[in-house]
């Protein structure tokens, strides 16, 4: 059975910073690229960053290009995003994924308010 479970959300102001934690289970998580969605309110769910099995490529959508860095321990069956310079437009329920086994986590509320 496979699980991930995100950690790491929560309320921070503009400019701040979270990591979120993604572990996984029941997978041989090495052999998977990973990923981290979002989802605004009334908006769809929207790829963040991309990573593939080894690490050495990754992939971001243009809004968090240069404030976002996704990475991942494949010794520790964990995927990473971290958030720095947040803004508001960063609020949202963040998921991580593995898209070749159309797996989800249960998310994680990240808010950006002052």
């Known amino acids: 059975q496979v699980q991930l479970v995100e950690s790491g959300g929560g309320l921070v102001p503009p400019g701040g910073s979270l990591r979120l934690s993604c572990a996984a289970s029941g997978i041989r998580f090495s052999a998977f690229a990973m990923a981290w969605y979002r989802q605004a309110p009334g908006k769809q769910r929207e790829l963040v960053s991309r990573?593939?099995?080894?690490?050495?490529?990754?992939n971001y959508a243009d809004s968090v290009k240069g404030r976002f860095t996704i990475s991942r321990d494949n010794a520790k069956n964990t995927v990473y995003l971290q958030m720095n310079n947040l803004k508001p437009e960063d609020t949202a329920v963040y998921y991580c994924?593995?898209?070749?086994?159309?797996?989800w986590g249960q998310g994680t509320q990240v808010t950006v308010s002052s």
């Open positions: 994924s593995a898209p070749a086994l159309s797996e």
């Open positions: 990573i593939f099995p080894s690490g050495s490529i990754t």
